[in-house]
């Protein structure tokens, strides 16, 4: 029914920078709400980043704080991740998630609360 498609991931070095991209496709209803989690192996899916666009909130997890920047284009139900000063800690397999109505920001950090996922890209900083 939705499909949504991750881009951008890589091997680059500590201090580098990355830009995700994210697409949904497969409907034209509009999100509400836009997110990135990543997971590392053998770790839980974490909390990177959302925006709601109905709610005009902007939230990052603690660690991205000043480094990462999350934005994008409703209309287009496309997001992005803009991710710099990379360290090797940010190594993870990077998943958009999207949620069609917006729900209060403790509820929006659980991944267990997005409607839609895509497959994942890989980023890799080296040290």
């Known amino acids: 029914q939705v499909q949504l498609e991750e881009s951008g991931g890589g091997l680059v070095q500590t201090g580098g920078s990355l830009r995700l991209s994210c697409r949904a496709s497969?409907?034209?209803?509009?999100?509400?709400?836009m997110a990135w989690f990543r997971q590392a192996p053998g770790k839980a899916r974490e909390f990177v980043a959302y925006?709601?666009?109905?709610?005009?909130?902007?939230v990052y997890t603690d660690s991205v704080k000043g480094r990462f920047t999350i934005s994008g284009d409703r209309a287009k139900n496309t997001w992005f991740l803009q991710m710099n000063s990379l360290e090797p800690e940010d190594t993870a397999v990077y998943y958009c998630?999207?949620?069609?109505?917006?729900?209060?920001?403790?509820?929006?950090?659980?991944?267990?609360?997005?409607?839609?996922w895509g497959q994942g890209t890989q980023v890799t900083v080296s040290s």
């Open positions: 497969g409907r034209t209803s509009y999100f509400d709400m």
């Open positions: 998630a999207a949620r069609i109505r917006r729900i209060v920001v403790s509820a929006a950090r659980s991944p267990e609360n997005y409607d839609y």
């Open positions: 925006k709601s666009w109905g709610g005009g909130n902007i």
